[in-house]
């Protein structure tokens, strides 16, 4: 019998699974081309000291995934699978002026700046307190897993079709008894499933904005919400807050210009941290709901909750008009891609008529598995073990900062969330800070990225979810001593040149 090198391991994956793909990886690769007859299942059987019908499965297996054809007293031959590759020549004359055919949408300010910012990933010594996701070790990927492979056994048409316009059923029915967990009050009609809550936050966007509408915003706010703005060609006006919140006064002033939203994050601003207090709550959808104007709650940090520090109700508890938009990214999973939006019945379906037009829907299989996923509990449990680790690398960030940083910068210690913002004396410019950050290996996001308007004072974001509290730790020496730089101060140091 000819030898097609087949190994199997008792101990490894079923013995059928690891023929079908090492015959898979040989047809692929071109060892067995097309037409290769497969040795007769009896004599395989017998060389790796198996079950014949073991040999049988794998080859049944293969031939249904179409690797394979086999005709009764012929034998099992490998079928053709791709054809030769074509010509790739790239032509080289480009005659199409790109840069002027742009939309003003992708010229806008915003996007450009979010070119100007994107960055390549730095070197493992670098320290990158940008990042705001969970690292690794804080991922579920074994609970993850095993609803993964709880979901694959239900019906392929389900799981691997598309999947409703407005999100399964099962998993909106999750999210409703998520949200009442945190009290916010949301039937299942009223949710949308989304591509992530930025997804949310532009659907919002195209269905109430049109070009020169005014959307309000925190003076410093989060960078993707600008753009989204952007897109829609919204003029886009920061309020500034005071210790409660949007300062009312200046709120009342901008209701002169006619402004159509306001995008809030009450529970932990990004990139700010700042929480509203009830009575700026109440006060601002009174303002709010008097000047008719739509309001975007965006609680992407919901459950980061690092004490005990009692939450004023969610915008969407006092007011059922708010548009609340949340997500799994920061709390669970970002590579799921879903997030969520509370609509009004009379949105709503417009909300889903436009997110058809993006993608026709989010992905079926992530969708089940995290209704599997939090119909099983995992995510409380989840909860458990992640709130007290970001709570420690809270910690090991502060204590540092706390002991190196000169005594004009403030800050206010975050009780939720994943990022702290450090507020910078007028006279530093926080680019410098970054520049500076740099050369020391250590990576700061500058307030520019975040703020709403001209008139905003930036200071610098810090994120203490990515890094362990011993690089938390040295970042914040390196942060400091980079501030120092940036305030004209002593430049010596552990300068080093970032590649
Ligand atoms: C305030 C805020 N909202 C929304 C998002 C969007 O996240 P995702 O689309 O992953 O849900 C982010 C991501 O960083 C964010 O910071």
């Excluded at 199997?8 to 015959?23: L, S, T």
């Excluded at 949200?179 to 499933?193: H, K, S, T």
């Excluded at 990022?419 to 410098?432: A, K, Q």
Aim: hydrophobic fraction near 40%.
């Amino acid at each position: 019998m000819q030898d097609i090198g087949v190994t199997v391991r008792p101990e490894g994956a079923p013995m059928y699974q690891q023929i079908f793909d090492q015959i898979a990886s040989r047809i692929r690769t071109g060892a067995f081309p097309e037409g290769y007859r497969l040795p007769p299942t009896r004599a395989l059987a017998s060389e790796l000291g198996t079950h014949r019908n073991t040999v049988v499965r794998a080859y049944a297996e293969l031939e249904a995934a179409g690797f394979l054809s086999s005709t009764v007293g012929r034998g099992t031959f490998v079928k053709a699978w791709r054809g030769e590759a074509a010509s790739v020549d790239t032509p080289t004359e480009r005659a199409l002026p790109w840069s002027s055919l742009l939309s003003e949408a992708a010229r806008s300010e915003p996007i450009r700046r979010f070119l100007r910012y994107r960055r390549a990933p730095g070197p493992r010594d670098v320290i990158d307190l940008t990042k705001m996701q969970p690292p690794e070790e804080l991922l579920p990927l074994e609970l993850y897993r095993r609803c993964l492979d709880h979901v694959l056994r239900g019906s392929a048409d389900k799981v691997l079709g598309y999947a409703p316009k407005d999100g399964f059923r099962s998993l909106r029915a999750r999210v409703v008894e998520d949200l009442a967990r945190r009290g916010v009050p949301a039937p299942v009609e009223d949710v949308l499933i989304t591509t992530g809550s930025q997804q949310g936050l532009d659907l919002i966007a195209r269905a109430l904005l049109d070009p020169g509408d005014v959307v309000i915003t925190h003076a410093s706010t989060y960078a993707g919400a600008l753009q989204v703005f952007a897109a829609s060609r919204a003029h886009v006006v920061g309020v500034p807050n005071d210790g409660e919140g949007p300062d009312l006064d200046a709120l009342r002033r901008l209701g002169a210009r006619r402004p159509k939203v306001l995008y809030l994050m009450p529970n932990h601003a990004n990139p700010t941290g700042a929480c509203m207090s009830r009575a700026r709550r109440s006060a601002v959808l009174a303002w709010a709901r008097d000047a008719q104007v739509a309001v975007i709650e965006d609680d992407y940090a919901a459950d980061l909750e690092l004490e005990n520090a009692p939450l004023p109700p969610a915008l969407r508890a006092l007011d059922p008009d708010v548009l609340h938009v949340g997500t799994f990214s920061k709390r669970l999973i970002p590579a799921l891609r879903i997030g969520y939006v509370v609509a009004p019945p009379s949105l709503k379906p417009h909300l889903v008529a436009l997110k058809h037009t993006t993608d026709l829907g989010c992905s079926a299989i992530n969708q089940l598995a995290l209704a599997e996923f939090l119909d099983r509990g995992y995510l409380v449990a989840h909860l458990n073990r992640i709130q007290p680790a970001y709570r420690a690398r809270r910690d090991a960030l502060l204590t540092e900062l706390r002991a190196r940083l000169p005594a004009e910068i403030t800050w206010q210690r975050p009780t939720r969330g994943l990022s702290l913002w450090l507020e910078l004396p007028d006279h530093v410019d926080p680019e410098r800070v970054l520049e500076e950050g740099k050369r020391r290996k250590v990576l700061v996001a500058p307030g520019h990225h975040y703020a709403a308007d001209d008139a905003t004072h930036p200071g610098v974001r810090l994120n203490f979810c990515w890094e362990p509290e011993d690089r938390l730790r040295e970042g914040a020496v390196r942060i400091a001593a980079a501030i120092e730089a940036a305030m004209g101060g002593d430049r010596s140091g552990p300068v080093v040149d970032m590649v």
